[in-house]
């Protein structure tokens, strides 16, 4: 199992090793304008192993979301007793908030701004996006235990998140200060997560 343990981890520091090369490049000359083979070559790999790891040029980019695609799942299914699902939800979004986790769209490091800047940039990972998003909805609503209801919440949860961490990026990259947002940010996420809650009394 450590032989496992040992191999899993290099095998995850060879993926966000290349992801990070190939978004330095991206960063650096535009998406577009870095071929497959500069990544590789500059990542010290083959074409071939770099599409073994990536099977598309986008997932280089996504690569940095990966450990948050199934992060609501693991809110729903990691809460503690006694507390409902909205709740765990709602401070697990307002923690983030106040860490100012680039995830919640509230952090102006320039080189996270240059990140965003780069992935809601570029139509191709805009539409790369929502397959991430779609796996994030199936994740969490196998968490809720399946079934139809529980995919319509999971959409609705995952939107809710998506276009609030939307709304502080769009504020931030306009020029305004985190600890200027910081304040609407937190009434907008209760409100949300409020109205979710109402919405979906059976996880409030």
Request: net charge negative; charged share 30%.
């Amino acid at each position: 199992m450590g032989e496992m343990g040992l191999r899993e981890r290099k095998r995850q520091r060879m993926y966000q090793a290349v992801s990070e090369t190939a978004i330095g490049l991206f960063l650096e000359k535009g998406f577009d304008a870095v071929s497959v083979a500069e990544i590789a070559a500059a990542a010290e790999i083959s074409k071939p192993t770099l599409f073994r790891y990536f099977p598309a040029k986008e997932d280089l980019v996504l690569y940095r979301f990966a450990d948050h695609e199934d992060e609501a799942a693991r809110v729903v299914a990691g809460r503690a007793e006694g507390e409902s699902v909205i709740g765990a939800l709602r401070a697990h979004f307002l923690d983030g908030l106040r860490r100012r986790d680039p995830v919640t769209g509230l952090n102006d490091h320039p080189a996270v701004h240059a990140f965003h800047r780069l992935l809601y940039g570029t139509p191709s990972l805009v539409a790369r996006l929502y397959g991430y998003l779609e796996r994030s909805e199936a994740a969490l609503a196998e968490a809720l235990g399946g079934g139809l209801d529980a995919r319509l919440a999971a959409g609705q949860i995952v939107a809710v998140r998506r276009i609030l961490a939307e709304e502080n990026w769009r504020r931030i990259a306009a020029g305004e200060g985190v600890d200027e947002v910081y304040g609407d940010a937190v009434a907008a996420a209760e409100r949300a997560f409020e109205r979710l809650g109402r919405g979906l009394p059976g996880l409030a």
